[in-house]
């Protein structure tokens, strides 16, 4: 037998998994009279949590250190131990912890406080929105176009 056929509907099951226990999560966000008058809520709500479950490979429910580290790397932004750290500390709201949770990530998106991470992830995803809208070949340029 294949066992990278298995692996992979191992991974298949616990990623549907991890999403319906984010999607539980968001469905209270939603209901959350805190977040009422929160602008496309249920779409935001969509991205972080495809953006959560990026980085959550295990399932574990919680992002730790060394998955901060993952996360910003792959965004090209290498932190040191400090800095992350500290973002870890903003994420769940001041309090130390070694790891943090989905609900701390929304709250962290969601929230007025302008965290580290949350910039980042804002601007990362504003510089794919214009990546997308650049894609395919160049227009056509006429005689009028010519400086």
Do not use: W
Not at 35 to 47: G, H, R, V, W
Not at 83 to 97: A, F, I, Q, S
């Amino acid at each position: 037998m294949d066992n990278r056929a298995q692996g992979g509907k191992a991974f298949g099951l616990l990623k549907s998994q991890q999403e319906e226990k984010l999607n539980a999560i968001n469905e209270a966000f939603l209901s959350d009279p805190q977040y009422a008058e929160e602008e496309d809520l249920c779409s935001k709500l969509e991205m972080f949590k495809k953006k959560y479950m990026e980085f959550d490979h295990n399932d574990k429910g919680d992002i730790d250190m060394m998955g901060l580290k993952r996360m910003l790397e792959k965004l090209g932004l290498a932190k040191t131990h400090l800095e992350l750290k500290k973002m870890m500390t903003e994420v769940c709201g001041g309090t130390t912890k070694d790891t943090f949770g989905y609900t701390d990530f929304l709250k962290m998106m969601l929230g007025k406080r302008n965290a580290i991470l949350k910039l980042i992830l804002m601007f990362e995803g504003m510089g794919k929105d214009q990546e997308q809208t650049q894609t395919g070949p160049p227009g056509r340029k006429t005689f009028s176009d010519l400086p």
